[in-house]
Nanobody
Framework: VQLQASGGGLVQAGGSLRLSCTTSGPSSTFVMGWFRQTPGKEREYVAS????????DYADSVNGRFTTFRDNTRNTVYLQMNNLKPEDTAVYYCAAHNQQSYIRVKARTTGAYDYWGQGTQVTVSS
């Protein structure tokens, strides 16, 4: 399974971006996650979503500003990012976990994911 992330770019603080992550094959049974990373730091959890889209989870730092949702007919997961802040600047990665059951603690860890996208840069200017 290959993941292709897109939608990053440069935006002013307070602005919005929508990231997309499309899988090369059916992903309707996968838990999908979003992570981000800045130079010199570990990859940080952002959000995750279960196979149906009925369960979502967010890091405290983005809760209330970011929303993840999915369209399984298009094998695509989205991350809608609103009210962006300069501290949101990072490379954003999507990841897929090939297990239909959703366990929140597990979905927050990078080690749980089987497949990763290449990352897309998000830069928020102040």
């Amino acid at each position: 399974v290959q993941l292709q992330a897109s939608g990053g770019g440069l935006v002013q603080a307070g602005g919005s971006l929508r990231l997309s992550c499309t899988t090369s094959g059916p992903s309707s049974t996968f838990v999908m996650g979003w992570f981000r990373q800045t130079p010199g730091k570990e990859r940080e959890y952002v959000a995750s979503i279960n196979w149906s889209g009925g369960i979502t989870d967010y890091a405290d730092s983005v809760n209330g500003r970011f929303t993840t949702f999915r369209d399984n007919t298009r094998n695509t997961v989205y991350l809608q990012m609103n009210n962006l802040k300069p501290e949101d600047t990072a490379v954003y990665y999507c990841a897929a976990h090939n297990q239909q059951s959703y366990i929140r603690v597990k979905a927050r860890t990078t080690g749980a994911y089987d497949y990763w996208g290449q990352g897309t840069q998000v830069t928020v200017s102040s």
